[in-house]
């Protein structure tokens, strides 16, 4: 769906008449941000005064009075959902510096909505003969979207992790006027994974005091070669959303099957069916000027889940947390850029099982696989370079107490897993000095990343080998071109892998990928 809107929420031309204020009785004045025009050196002269009285009326305390919020241009859409995204300040805005301020938040709203070509909010004379003297009426016109579906679908294959997968999506946008938003998506691939998922996003609406938000999901997965396999079905409920801050509770019935690792007591105590049940909390900050390719900015995103709620004798009780920064620098050659991050999680038991497991095998953290280093903000995961779920820790070393059982153990499994992780990269970005590749948005970048996991054999982090997790941080180097479309950033890269362990499952060579922002 293409939109076209304006960055500032209006222009708001008023024929406002005080007896206070006769100096500007007879102008008609604008309030415009940016809005896209070529005047004539005749309308210079008028475009200048115009601009001169808005900053009277905003720098002084003019008063003024709001009669009636009018919405226009509504057919499918039903009036409670803009009035919800309008809300109460423009009715309320007792001077014009309030009333712009009121605007210019209210128009953004209605954007954020998704369901409008375009948003306008302008100011007329309120009918004569009212009590209490002059007023104005705001009028707050919206044109409605043409397009209510969209649709994609890809077939990817990844070079480093010899995998292929075809991925679809379908999108339905406004479809009974509540501006929600419908949505369901399919990832099959050919390692025997199977990923489906459904969803609705209606925004607040009415005495709802929050956006509703919820998803189904189905998951099949053979995670190492078919040693380990799993499948869920989920339903995730949205408690709390607003513009920088989400509450969610989650809800998934889990299958675990693997008859290679039943010698292993922490692994088959959580082999078979198990309730998983968990609330999430998270806030997120995007400052940057762009997802795709970002030039100056910064990303934050903290993230704490509380599992193991289910009333389930398999289940752990733990704490997920996760941190996520990102600073974007420009750098002023070709357009070049210097974006840093750094992401780190922790699993913290609430209490320890009978065993010795720490954590739940599923969600304990994997670093790995081709994905962007600079779209996903959501803890550490990326490590470009090492295959999926390639890179850990051995439970050798992490977890002496259950040595005896490691022989009977699939390789991979020890070697993929931790609870505490922690990522960092660096990424330079610059034009190539090719016009038409330049006009298209193509570019080069150079990276270097690095990451490291492990397994916490105690509950207390005060015990943890911090000397000897920092000693064995895996990295990885490259350069590449980068291929910004409307939905996907697509990489083609060289990775060179600076440092890794026996047990890692790191590449060099050319590497492909596909990331979303």
């Keep these: 769906m293409a939109t076209t809107t304006p960055s500032s929420s209006a222009s708001v031309p008023q024929d ?14 604008e309030f415009d941000d940016d809005q896209e025009t070529s005047p004539s050196p005749s309308d210079g002269a008028d475009e200048a005064r115009l601009q001169s009285v808005l900053r009277r009326l905003t720098a002084d305390e003019v008063r003024i009075r709001v009669h009636d919020v009018e919405i226009r241009g509504c057919s499918r859409t039903r009036r409670a959902a803009v009035e919800a995204a309008v809300g109460s300040d423009l009715a309320r805005a007792a001077t014009v510096r309030d009333l712009v301020r009121a605007a210019a938040a209210a128009g953004d709203r209605i954007r954020r909505l998704g369901a409008f070509d375009t948003v306008s909010i302008t100011l007329d004379a309120a009918p004569p003969g009212l009590p209490g003297g002059a007023a104005v009426v705001v009028l707050v016109d919206v044109a409605e979207a043409r397009g209510r579906a969209a649709g994609e679908l890809g077939i990817f294959a990844n070079s480093g992790a010899r995998s292929c997968s075809v991925q679809g999506s379908v999108k339905l946008k406004n479809l009974f006027g509540y501006c ?8 099959l691939g050919l390692d025997q994974t199977l990923d489906l998922s459904t969803g609705v996003a209606i925004p607040r609406i009415g005495a709802i005091p929050t956006p509703l938000v919820a998803r189904m999901s189905l998951l099949s997965e053979d995670w190492l070669k078919s040693s380990l396999k799993e499948h869920m079905m989920g339903v995730s409920v949205g408690l709390l959303s607003t513009m920088n801050h989400n509450l969610s509770y989650n809800l998934s019935w889990r ?16 082999l078979g069916h198990s309730l998983l049940s968990s609330i999430k909390y998270t806030y997120k900050s995007d ?19 509380v599992g193991g709620l289910a009333p389930d004798s398999k289940n752990v009780r733990y704490i997920r947390q996760e941190l996520d920064l990102r600073v974007a620098l ?17 699993i913290h038991p ?19 696989g081709n994905r962007s280093l600079m779209c996903r903000l959501g803890g550490p995961s990326s490590l470009l370079g090492f295959k999926k779920r390639g890179l850990g820790t051995d439970l050798r070393t992490s977890d002496p107490k259950n040595s ?87 990489e083609v890269n060289y990775c060179h892998i600076l440092k890794q362990f026996d047990h890692d499952m790191g590449k060099a060579g050319i590497q492909f990928n596909f990331s979303s922002p």
């Design 16 to 29: 406002y008449h005080d007896d206070d204020d006769d100096e500007f009785e007879d102008d008609d004045y």
């Design 180 to 187: 929600e938003t419908w949505d369901a998506s399919g990832d």
């Design 330 to 346: 420009p750098l002023g050659v070709l357009n070049g850029a210097l974006n840093a991050g750094v992401a780190a999680g922790v």
């Design 255 to 270: 299958t675990i099957t693997g008859q290679a690792l039943m010698s292993s007591n922490s692994i088959s105590r959580q």
């Design 404 to 490: 005896e059982n490691l022989p009977s153990i699939s390789p991979e499994l020890g070697t993929l897993r931790g609870d505490i992780a922690v990522t960092a990269f660096a990424d330079l970005s610059f034009d190539i000095p090719l016009k038409p590749l330049r006009e298209l948005g193509i570019h080069g970048h150079a990276f270097v990343s690095a990451g490291n996991l492990a397994r916490l054999a105690e509950p207390d982090l005060r015990k943890f080998p911090l000397a000897n997790f920092l000693q064995t941080f895996r990295s990885s180097a490259g350069f590449g071109v980068v291929m910004p479309t409307r939905l996907f950033r697509i």
């Design 287 to 305: 400052q940057r000027d762009s997802s795709i390719r970002p030039t100056r900015g910064y990303a934050f995103l903290f993230s704490s889940q």
């Design 350 to 368: 609430l209490e320890r099982g009978s065993t010795g497991s720490i954590s739940p095998l599923p969600e304990q953290f994997y670093l790995g």
